[in-house]
């Protein structure tokens, strides 16, 4: 069965670096695109990056942009997202998600979430 692992969060001071990862299995990685979500204390889930199963289209919402960078290793069967300059507002659950299809667009499984607070 699909199973997604996510790892990597923790706390980070404003400014700083965190790099998630997301440890894929019970399917044909490289055959899918994948993503990463979040969602913060009391709001709804924002879709932060996604990336397309062989790397070469990547998404990312406005509010990370620049800062965050997706990757993904298809040998490894793993995805990562890289988050410099962090900000308090990134504080929350950080969730991989698995595509339906190579490309970008809907996604239908979901890793257990990963807890990311940014705080002095």
């Known amino acids: 069965q699909v199973q997604l692992v996510e790892s990597g969060g923790g706390l980070a001071q404003p400014g700083g670096s965190l790099r998630l990862s997301c440890a894929a299995s019970g399917f044909i990685f490289s055959n899918y695109a994948m993503g990463w979500a979040r969602q913060a204390p009391g709001k709804g889930l924002e879709w932060v990056s996604g990336?397309?199963?062989?790397?070469?289209?990547?998404y990312y919402a406005d509010s990370v942009k620049g800062r965050f960078t997706i990757s993904r290793d298809n040998a490894k069967t793993t995805l990562y997202l890289q988050m410099n300059s962090l900000k308090p507002e990134d504080t929350a659950v950080y969730y991989c998600?698995?595509?339906?299809?190579?490309?970008?667009?809907?996604?239908?499984?979901w890793g257990q979430g990963t807890q990311v607070t940014v705080s002095s």
């Open positions: 990336i397309s199963s062989r790397g070469s289209d990547t």
């Open positions: 998600a698995k595509g339906s299809r190579w490309y970008i667009d809907e996604y239908d499984y």
